[in-house]
């Protein structure tokens, strides 16, 4: 089973819609009861294995829809950075690697496939920055496996 240490403070219903109405957009009940679970933190398990072991990404933290916390990006603020950087509404940034990629979900697939979205490659072209993972939102979390490090 999954889980998160060093959470951010826990959300409501109402906390969801409100982040939606600002933004814009509509979660997929996934990503709701997700966040109603599990407000930022970081995963116990966190290597994604794509295809082989060259493509393993590994998701460092999940970022909060609303935190107290100054330090932490919340989620809101990266889906406005992607936003500057001409990427396709539909993609929502629900966690970072190390160095600060991004993990997205799909909004407006039915499967809510989930896409690494590299943010250090020059020029930014998304086609050469956004790399499918091959998972949807929930397969995405059972499929994570332990750092070996």
């Known amino acids: 089973m999954m889980n998160f240490d ?4 826990e959300l409501s219903l109402e906390d969801i819609q409100q982040v ?21 933190g970081f995963p116990d398990h966190c290597i994604y294995q794509h295809d082989d ?25 990266a889906y406005r950075d992607l936003q500057k950087r001409n990427v396709p509404a539909k993609y929502f940034p629900f966690g970072i690697d190390t160095c600060g990629a991004y993990f997205l979900v799909d909004l407006s697939d039915p ?27 929930k397969d995405f979390w059972q499929r994570l496996g332990p750092d070996i490090d």
């Open 6 to 9: 060093n959470l951010d403070p």
């Open 20 to 40: 939606e109405k600002e933004l814009d957009l509509k979660f997929p009940q996934v990503l709701i009861d997700h966040y109603l679970k599990w407000n930022g």
């Open 53 to 77: 072991e060259r493509n393993q990404v590994c998701i460092e933290q999940g970022l909060p829809l609303k935190t107290d916390n100054k330090k932490h990006t919340t989620a809101q603020t």
């Open 111 to 137: 499967n809510h496939a989930i896409y690494f979205y590299q943010t250090d490659i020059t020029p930014p072209k998304l086609e050469a920055c956004l790399r499918p993972l091959d998972a949807g939102f």
